[in-house]
């Protein structure tokens, strides 16, 4: 894990050894026709996926729940490129850099952050790290009652089901 | 100018052709011990600069004004270095990337803005063209009402006295 301003009272982290290459992990990560496949926790979906896959471009999904109007939209923009290594991007951001409006009225529940992927490859695949950097311990306190945990791996699970599947 | 996301509605640009190489402008922009004779419109003074010149580096100056108590930190991280050619920094985010508390409450009278600053090589020297792009109108509507356009224009005019002179 790359410490560089990590602070446990902020971040979350979830960290795995997963049984593929860390290319295949990027290309999950990078093409929209994968991240569909994953990328939000079941029975919610991912309807939509468009990337720009350059520092400043666009990350945003479409996600559906399972009862009526449970929608969300995701956006973000990307900060950090290492093919096959390192992935960052920010919601605090939209394309461009610009800062992101949504956040200009903190009473709106929604919360700010930055995830940080890392792949390191090991014996029989990857060492897969997220960080994900909060801007306050509430956002972190938030983001973990949500279910950061678990949703991640079980976005993990279905990301290698998928990648093993094609 | 790098019209990338760019948005008249919520960006401010200032644009001037500059006596100084591509070279000199990036010394003065990115080394601390030029910031702190040009950053700040006189009678403002930056009296301390940090900085970290990677990408999620940081970049920090303290302003000081001709009044008792007339203080301002000022906290960054850099998002895009192409040296001589682009520097591109954001008060959104903290160095690492973490989303800025500072702006969690938006009735603190503060704003976003991530800053790009392009160095176009030109006869007898540069195009200096400063693109910042806020979250929203009323950012950028109070950007410019603090006196964007005359106090990029004093703090450059430092610059070129200050490169000039040494």
């Excluded at 939509?48 to 996600?63: A, K, P, S, Y």
């Excluded at 700010?112 to 060492?127: V, Y």
């Excluded at 801007?135 to 093993?164: N, V």
């Amino acid at each position: 894990m790359n410490n560089a301003q990590f602070d446990a009272t902020l971040d979350l982290v979830f960290e795995r050894e997963v049984p593929l290459p860390p290319e295949a992990i990027w290309a999950a990560w990078t093409q929209p026709e994968h991240v569909v496949h994953w990328f939000t926790p079941a029975p919610w979906q991912t309807t939509e996926c468009q990337i720009d896959l350059r520092v400043g471009g666009l990350f945003h999904t479409e996600m559906k729940g399972p009862e009526p109007g449970q929608q969300f939209s995701g956006i973000g923009c990307y900060l950090e490129l290492l093919p096959h290594r390192r992935l960052v991007w920010t919601n605090a951001l939209l394309p461009g850099f610009r800062p992101n409006p949504s956040f200009a009225d903190s009473s709106c529940g929604d919360f700010p952050f930055t995830a940080q992927i890392e792949l390191e490859p090991i014996a029989g695949g990857t060492r897969y790290t997220a960080i994900v950097k909060h801007r306050d311990a509430a956002g972190r306190a938030q983001h973990a009652a949500m279910g950061f945990e678990e949703g991640w791996g079980k976005a993990l699970e279905q990301l290698i089901a998928h990648m093993q599947r094609i």
